[in-house]
């Protein structure tokens, strides 16, 4: 039998996405999925749509008390009971290969540590107004070179919905780092690739939801000095750490380049979800 799959999707007031964000992972053609959603305290109705969805394979989870994005996010991946795991925001999609190439890489390269694949930027009615692409080669990458790479000019490990890890992996990485609630899943993409190999699938497997009023939207749009401190003490912390080593010339270029990125996100926010203003 094929491993189990976890999907997971933290969600809070998602009440506008949420249907299709878990009838993406519905209709995967790799079926042997679980849908773990848990639900941070939502006061929309959230719960009650994710209720309505008749599929034995979606189980709702309800916190008493809200947790925060990083604690919920951890408690989505503590719920789970397959073997991999892909941490699905709310609001994403995947396409409909997206589970089956990207297990099919894991399985094929037991030493890969992460898989990701390339990344379609879409608007809240899932019109494609751009693409990110992932490492620049396709296939095995060693892990700690993608790593070090990414600290110095942009993650190419990108958002959840593109990555896929062992439950093995995460808890030997430690999980999600509370110390990092903006850029924590970066934080963690960098422990688990620094564990082995990333294999880089250059096809849109996923849509990123392209949104001001999310967090990140919200975040680049009025806090980007807050998000760049974060991004400056990600990079003292894996230096710290030693597992991916940077000089000081190599830590200036990585806190400018996230600087430079950030601007330009913006000016990308203004142009393309300026109607979700």
Same mark, same amino acid.
């Given at each position: 039998?094929?491993?189990?799959?976890?999907?997971?999707?933290?969600? %809070?007031?998602?009440?506008? @996405?949420? +249907?299709?964000?878990?009838?993406?992972?519905?209709?995967?053609? @790799?079926?042997?999925?679980?849908?773990? *959603?848990?639900?941070?305290?939502?006061?929309?109705?959230?719960?009650?749509?994710?209720?309505?969805?008749?599929?034995?394979?979606?189980? =709702?989870?309800?916190? +008493?008390?809200? !947790?925060?994005?990083?604690?919920?996010?951890?408690?989505?991946?503590?719920?789970?009971?397959?073997?991999?795991?892909?941490?699905?925001?709310?609001?994403?999609?995947? %396409?409909? #290969?997206?589970?089956?190439? +990207?297990?099919?890489?894991?399985?094929?390269?037991? #030493?890969?540590?992460?898989?990701?694949?390339?990344?379609?930027? *879409?608007?809240?009615?899932?019109?494609?107004?751009?693409?990110?692409? /992932?490492?620049?080669?396709?296939?095995?990458?060693?892990?700690?070179?993608?790593?070090? /790479?990414?600290?110095?000019?942009?993650? @190419?490990?990108?958002?959840?919905?593109?990555? =896929?890890?062992?439950?093995?992996?995460? +808890?030997?990485?430690?999980?999600?780092?509370?110390?990092?609630? @903006?850029?924590?899943?970066? #934080?963690?993409?960098?422990?688990?690739?620094?564990?082995?190999?990333?294999?880089?699938?250059?096809?849109?497997?996923?849509?990123?939801?392209?949104?001001? #009023?999310?967090?990140?939207?919200? =975040?680049?749009?009025?806090?980007?000095?807050?998000?760049?401190?974060?991004?400056?003490?990600?990079?003292?912390?894996?230096?710290?750490?030693? *597992?991916?080593?940077?000089?000081? !010339?190599?830590?200036?270029?990585?806190?400018?380049?996230?600087?430079?990125?950030?601007?330009? *996100?913006?000016?990308?926010?203004?142009?393309?979800?300026?109607? =979700?203003?």
């Amino acid at each position: 039998m094929k491993p189990l799959v976890s999907v997971c999707i933290p969600a %809070y007031n998602s009440a506008r @996405y949420i +249907e299709d964000t878990v009838t993406s992972v519905l209709n995967q053609s @790799y079926s042997h999925v679980e849908v773990v *959603i848990v639900d941070d305290g939502s006061v929309d109705n959230t719960c009650e749509i994710v209720s309505s969805i008749q599929d034995e394979r979606v189980r =709702l989870i309800r916190n +008493e008390t809200n !947790l925060g994005m990083t604690a919920n996010w951890n408690k989505c991946v503590r719920e789970t009971k397959g073997k991999y795991v892909k941490l699905l925001c709310a609001d994403d999609v995947l %396409y409909r #290969d997206s589970l089956r190439k +990207e297990m099919a890489a894991m399985l094929k390269h037991p #030493d890969v540590a992460l898989v990701v694949s390339d990344t379609a930027l *879409i608007d809240e009615d899932g019109k494609k107004r751009g693409r990110f692409k /992932r490492y620049p080669r396709h296939g095995k990458v060693d892990g700690k070179k993608v790593a070090k /790479r990414s600290l110095m000019l942009k993650s @190419y490990f990108g958002a959840p919905c593109n990555t =896929l890890f062992s439950r093995e992996a995460y +808890e030997k990485a430690g999980g999600f780092d509370v110390d990092f609630p @903006y850029i924590l899943d970066f #934080d963690l993409w960098i422990r688990i690739a620094c564990m082995g190999s990333v294999y880089v699938i250059h096809e849109e497997l996923n849509g990123f939801r392209v949104r001001n #009023d999310s967090n990140t939207g919200r =975040l680049i749009r009025g806090g980007r000095p807050v998000y760049n401190d974060e991004h400056r003490r990600l990079v003292e912390k894996h230096n710290a750490i030693g *597992i991916v080593h940077l000089n000081r !010339l190599e830590r200036f270029i990585g806190v400018c380049s996230r600087k430079i990125r950030n601007e330009l *996100i913006a000016v990308y926010l203004r142009v393309n979800a300026r109607h =979700l203003g």
